[in-house]
């Protein structure tokens, strides 16, 4: 029962309705008030999060799975480059004349192990959790670093892969992104 402003029930009247009803201003325990819908989790006062992943989301995860894709070949042409250096007796064939098997190593365990991340992360962008939208944070920021590393050691070939860990960098900060993943565990 409702009272204009500044007025009260009257003396004779219980406030709260008849005895062993619940005050009709709270609703029971386990109902929302009428009106009202419940919300997700982490969105009191805010919109719902957006039910659809958002475009620059989207197209990190799909730039990921090709970048993740382009490093696990290039991690099974070294793989191949060094298998056919051991078939041939001495390590020397003719891709290994001009760099030592340790060079194709290398760029097969880098290489694997991005293109690895990259499409395990990429796969688990799908799930709405905070935890896989700072890891796919975290290996960007890292992706960047060690590319901006190999930049000013004098690495020019490491420039366009730069270029592609800033973008996607850049891409997962923007308020809709993040709050695609807020509120979810």
């Known amino acids: 029962m409702s009272y204009p402003q ?7 009247q219980q406030p709260y309705g008849p005895p062993g009803q619940p005050y009709q201003g709270h609703p029971q325990w386990g109902y929302p008030p009428s009106g009202y819908s419940p919300q997700p989790p982490g969105y009191p006062y805010g919109a719902p999060p957006p039910a ?3 475009g620059k989301l989207l197209g990190v995860r799909i730039t990921m799975f090709i970048l993740g894709g382009i490093g696990l070949l290039f991690s099974g042409v070294c793989a191949l480059v060094l298998w056919a250096g051991s078939e041939a007796g001495g390590g ?7 760099f030592p098997p340790e060079v194709f190593f290398m760029i097969l365990l880098i290489t694997g192990v991005y293109g690895v991340l990259s499409v395990g992360l990429a796969a688990l962008m799908g ?4 935890a896989v939208w700072w890891l796919v944070v975290i290996f960007q920021g890292c992706a960047a670093v060690w590319c901006l590393w190999g930049v000013l050691a ?19 900060l923007p308020r809709s ?3 695609y993943y807020r509120g979810y565990a």
């Open 6 to 12: 500044g007025q009260y029930p009257p003396p004779h």
């Open 127 to 130: 799930k709405r959790s905070q």
């Open 154 to 172: 004098g690495n020019g070939g490491s420039s366009v892969p730069l270029i592609f860990a800033v973008a996607l960098f850049g891409s997962l």
């Open 52 to 54: 659809n992943m958002p």
């Open 177 to 179: 992104c993040r709050e």
């Open 92 to 98: 020397q064939t003719d891709l290994l004349a001009d």
